[in-house]
Nanobody, 124 residues
Framework: QVQLVESGGGLVQAGGSLRLSCAAS????????MGWFRQAPGKEREFVAA????????NYADSVKGRFTISRDNAKNTVYLQMSSLKPEDTAVYYC?????????????????WGQGTQVTVSS
């Protein structure tokens, strides 16, 4: 069982930056792939970014590529999402997710554990 707690959300002006953090409870955090997803009002949840358990691979949605960076610190059981050049369309609740390491078709699916979410609001 993995418990995930996001933090770092808030209100920021367009063009600004925020760093989200996700603290995990698992003793074997380093054995989990980690991802960030988001859900805007009236829309379905969508993939944002993911990082493998070894940090060897990352994957980004086209809409955030070049602006967001995912990273992890296995010693701190934490995954981060550095968001820069924020746009109003980035406004959403951001969720952290985890899945056990393994062989998967995609880095964007099969996440078993989810945090409660943190709100990010970008004003124009």
């Amino acid at each position: 069982q993995v418990q995930l707690v996001e933090s770092g959300g808030g209100l920021v002006q367009a063009g600004g930056s925020l760093r989200l953090s996700c603290a995990a409870s698992a003793r074997t955090f380093s054995s989990y792939d980690m991802g960030w997803f988001r859900q805007a009002p009236g829309k379905e949840r969508e993939f944002v970014a993911a990082i493998t358990w070894t940090s060897g691979m990352t994957n980004y949605a086209d809409s955030v590529k070049g602006r967001f960076t995912i990273s992890r610190d296995n010693a701190k059981n934490t995954v981060y999402l550095q968001m820069s050049s924020l746009k109003p369309e980035d406004t959403a609740v951001y969720y952290c997710a985890a899945r056990p390491r393994g062989i998967y078709v995609s880095m964007r699916t099969n996440y078993n554990y989810w945090g409660q979410g943190t709100q990010v609001t970008v004003s124009s």
